[in-house]
């Protein structure tokens, strides 16, 4: 191992102090309540067993911002939408995030799906989402003209948004570390005990200590509270969702999202922009046992591709970018599984199954609310700091370029994003530095475009070289 | 302090550029020398890389530049020479230089270290050459785990960065490069544990524009016998089922011709082949795309949908040799170099080529100016699997043109364009194939 990668390292003993709060999981959810405790004044550690963040759940999803228009009345699932959806609206400027309103549309396949549209129009009503409507065939034509011929009815839904599933739980994670969070990876929790008020969590790094515990361990959740608490009130149940990634060039194809009528199980598959300009059609729902693996799988795909051409003719000639699949931490329960255990400063925040991204920031002021009924206060922090992030996406209307734009970048790495050496390098310093291809490719897109890192590899694992515990590869000894 | 902002790259200055050409690989190279040979004034050569010289720079084996020198180099040493060529007659190659787009007019958007600037030239010249298809558009099951690469992935590791991403690694594909792939492995002390191929010989063929002659098969024999000489046993028929593993490639699932499935430990997986044009810029920009080819839609100058934009070498179409993209790219030179002195021929009618058989895998140009003059002689097909049979030229109800050939995945076939149009009196043509 490199002297780069400082992983393997035991806590330090000044990280050994009591901490307020320790985040299990850094994913979306345990991103974004790192950052909402700290903001409201706690001292926050959060700990994740890989060694970049969003390893887990949140790596793979398909970066739509929801209004909540179709999630259960009634539900902590809608109230998380709900609140989430409001507060990226508030922040995502500050924190120099991408969101692209570009509205959705649910769209009616067959007369019985159309018979279906007034059900999800008075719900998505009942949810206090007022501006969703029923539009016709002939209007929906007008707005989505690549469609097929067999779109009949639509509801719209013009608060859908899409955003990037990774900028923004990096940029919840920055500004936790910047106002005074600590982060530790490569640091799986083992075991703990509670004792005097005091957790002790004995993790693969060492001991930590901290007041309160929040679960947010995903896919995992339910294996740590039966490791920690000796039961669980909920099974992890991973559900597998394969996409597929279309050129660029497919990407004005569609002018909103494309939701399917739903069904009982899942929403069914989605045709998304996302908002790096391509165009992508999945997840499918694929209950497995594995909570790590995913692989995806050749005649999937290729019926997610003929189901894009079955909606979208002119899918046809377009050539795929990429595939990946992700797994969604569902359970037994349709709802959210957030439990705050009082006797032993505890909170589980499980079974995010769907609606993580969306729900993120909603989660963290929710569990905030519970935390704070038990007595517990702190002093929130007064003009907090905003984080930096890289710019990913060109934004005039933000005043926002990309690096590329730029002078002094030294040298495009990356052809088909765009990514330059300096963004590399920055990527791979600092306390969320990359520690691993997959991390530096969230964090900044290298070898996600058109070629899949047929032109960079080469100089990837050169630039990388000593920051992966698995790099990209090795030096040749033969002199 | 310097404003660095302010500062712009050597490229726009007040002297206009004729010609830009996107790409300092073979074709662009040679297409920049022929228009300084041609007398054209300002020839920038636009290269992405921190060196000109393409593909061959990291294909450290020989053979390269029989067609151009006369002799056998190294990949390296015939990017250099190429590069050598270009600045003996005052191309400006402009290296580290992305085009981020091409619009109308030939207006381009770039990037340098001194960031994104806008230029313009008279004529652009698309030579971005190809890429091999990735494991994602391969659709191939499995992990996505690390240790899975294109051979010019590979190369570049290998002879550029001096690096290997694993020891003991699958080769998919019999192409040319596949072969190639073992000598790079070879070279760097990766041993490969198997080779497969999906089609039932292998897909290589004698690389006819080289040499041409009636040695294909024992040449293929020879290739045969290559694998196995370096101790990879070759399948052929046989297919990658899926890719297992956790963090790094462990195994890999295979189905031999006879059926039987088979798993093979690896460390790695090299997707060889199956190469794409390195239209990116023609994709996001302006102009018309042939599916079949994935390149832009040109006629026989190389004219794009754009007539200021012209395309040469791979991007045109995919997999051909160095030696077959330098000659085009030489033409392509000329024919630019002609269209800037209004010199080139008009055409009374221009007539599109149809495919109407999902056998034949391109035909390229799509179109065909009349009368025949300047250009490419020849329209140039692929097909997707071995046939034998006709190659059936019609337009309306008239057959014009029949040929029997026999046909191989990956394998040129070449028809003259006049032989082609010359019993064409009007409308289009529509090119089927008849197996017999």
């Given at each position: 191992m490199s002297s780069k990668n400082q992983d393997h390292i035991s806590l330090t003993p000044a990280s050994n102090e009591i901490f307020d709060i320790v985040v299990i999981g850094a994913g979306v959810v345990g991103c974004a309540i790192a950052r909402g405790f700290v903001l409201e004044g706690a001292h926050v550690a959060i700990v994740e067993k890989a060694s970049d963040i969003l390893d887990g759940a949140s790596k793979a999803n398909s970066a739509i911002l929801h209004t909540g228009f179709d999630a259960p009345s009634g539900s902590l699932e809608l109230d998380c939408i709900r609140d989430g959806y409001q507060e990226y609206m508030e922040i995502h400027q500050e924190l120099g995030l991408p969101l692209e309103k570009t509205g959705a549309h649910v769209v009616a396949w067959n007369d019985e799906e159309v018979a279906r549209l007034d059900s999800i129009l008075s719900q998505a009503h009942a949810n206090g989402v007022a501006d969703v409507a029923l539009i016709g065939k002939k209007e929906l034509q007008t707005l989505e003209p690549n469609l097929s011929g067999n779109a009949l009815a639509a509801i719209s839904v013009p608060g859908e948004a899409i955003i990037d599933p990774w900028s923004a739980p990096y940029s919840y994670l920055r500004q936790a570390l910047l106002n005074g969070a600590e982060a530790f990876f490569t640091c799986e929790v083992e075991a703990g005990t509670f004792d005097n008020g005091v957790w002790q969590l004995q993790t693969s790094r060492g001991t930590l200590k901290s007041r309160h515990v929040i679960n947010?361990?995903?896919?995992?959740g339910d294996q740590i509270n039966e490791k920690l608490l000796g039961r669980s009130t909920f099974g992890i149940m991973p559900r597998k969702g394969q996409f597929v990634v279309f050129d660029k060039a497919a990407h004005s194809l569609v002018n909103s999202v494309i939701l399917p009528v739903p069904s009982e199980r899942t929403k069914g598959i989605v045709i998304f922009q996302t908002v790096f300009g391509n165009l992508a059609v999945g997840p499918t729902a694929e209950d497995q046992i594995s909570r790590r693996d995913v692989s995806t799988d050749k005649d999937t795909l290729q019926s997610l591709i003929n189901a894009g051409i079955d909606k979208i003719p002119a899918l046809k000639h377009m050539p795929v970018t990429a595939v990946y699949a992700g797994l969604r931490p569902a359970t037994e329960n349709k709802d959210y599984q957030i439990e705050l255990d009082e006797t032993q400063n505890w909170i589980t925040v499980g079974g995010i199954r769907s609606t993580g991204l969306s729900g993120a920031l909603g989660i963290s002021k929710y569990v905030y609310k519970l935390y704070s009924q038990t007595g517990n206060k702190h002093k929130p922090v007064k003009n907090p700091q905003l984080p930096k992030s890289p710019v990913l996406i060109e934004a005039s209307t933000q005043g926002l370029r990309r690096d590329w734009q730029k002078s002094d970048h030294e040298e495009v790495v990356c052809h088909c994003e765009l990514v330059t050496k300096r963004e590399i390098e920055q990527a791979l310093e600092g306390s969320l530095a990359a520690r691993s291809l997959a991390g530096l490719k969230r964090q900044t897109r290298v070898t996600m475009g058109r070629c899949q890192g047929f032109y960079c590899t080469a100089r990837l694992a050169e630039l990388t070289d000593g920051h992966f515990s698995n790099p990209i590869a090795k030096k040749i000894n033969n002199g | 302090m310097v404003d660095r902002a302010v500062e712009k790259s050597s490229l726009g200055s007040d002297i206009p550029i004729d010609v830009a050409i996107i790409g300092g690989g073979p074709s662009g190279l040679s297409a920049a020398i022929e228009l300084k040979r041609c007398g054209v004034s300002r020839v920038v050569v636009l290269e992405r890389?921190?060196?000109?010289?393409?593909?061959?720079?990291?294909?450290?084996?020989?053979?390269?530049?029989?067609?151009?020198?006369k002799r056998i180099l190294t990949g390296p040493n015939y990017a250099k020479k190429l590069v050598a060529l270009a600045s003996a007659v005052e191309v400006e190659i402009h290296t580290?230089?992305?085009?981020?787009e091409a619009r109308p007019d030939g207006e381009l958007l770039i990037t340098t270290n001194f960031g994104a600037e806008v230029i313009n030239a008279g004529r652009v010249i698309y030579a971005t050459g190809v890429r091999e298809m990735p494991r994602s558009a391969r659709l191939i099951s499995g992990k996505r785990n690390s240790g899975i690469v294109n051979s010019g992935a590979l190369q570049s590791m290998v002879y550029l960065k001096h690096r290997m991403p694993f020891k003991r690694p699958i080769i998919i594909g019999t192409e040319l490069v596949s072969f190639s792939t073992i000598m790079t492995c070879h070279h760097a002390g990766i041993k490969p544990v198997t080779m497969i191929g999906e089609h039932d010989e292998i897909t290589a063929r004698w690389p006819y524009s080289v040499f041409p002659g009636l040695i294909d098969i024992p040449f293929r024999t020879g290739l045969r016998i290559f694998p196995r000489i370096m101790g990879i046993p070759l399948h052929l028929g046989?297919?990658?089922i899926a890719i297992d593993g956790d963090d790094n490639v462990s195994s890999v699932q295979i189905e031999l011709a006879n059926g039987i499935r088979q798993t093979v430990e690896c460390d790695g997986v090299i997707l060889t082949g199956k190469f794409t044009p390195e239209a990116t810029l023609a994709l996001s920009g302006h102009l018309d795309i042939d599916p079949a080819t994935g390149g832009p839609v040109v006629d026989q100058y190389g004219r794009c949908s754009d007539p200021v934009y012209c395309a040469t070498g791979n991007l045109l179409r995919p997999g051909e040799t160095a030696g077959w993209c330098w000659n085009e790219g030489r033409q392509a030179g000329r024919l630019v170099a002609d269209d800037l002195k209004n010199k080139l021929p008009e055409f009374d009618r221009r007539i599109q080529i149809y495919l109407s058989d999902t056998l034949i895998k391109y035909a390229m140009p799509k179109f065909v100016g009349l009368?025949?003059?300047?250009?490419?002689e020849d329209l140039q097909l692929r097909f997707k699997n071995s046939a034998k049979g006709y190659i059936i030229g019609t337009s309306g109800e008239e057959t014009v043109y029949r040929r029997k050939v026999s046909v191989h995945p990956e394998h040129r076939v070449i028809i003259a364009l006049d032989k082609l149009t010359n019993?064409?009196?009007e409308g289009n043509i529509q090119l089927t194939f008849e197996e017999r």
């Open positions: 947010c361990a995903g896919l995992y | 890389e921190s060196e000109a010289g393409g593909i061959p720079r990291h294909c450290g084996h020989p053979p390269f530049g029989m067609r151009e020198f580290m230089t992305t085009v981020v046989a297919r990658l009368p025949l003059s300047a250009g490419m019993k064409c009196s």
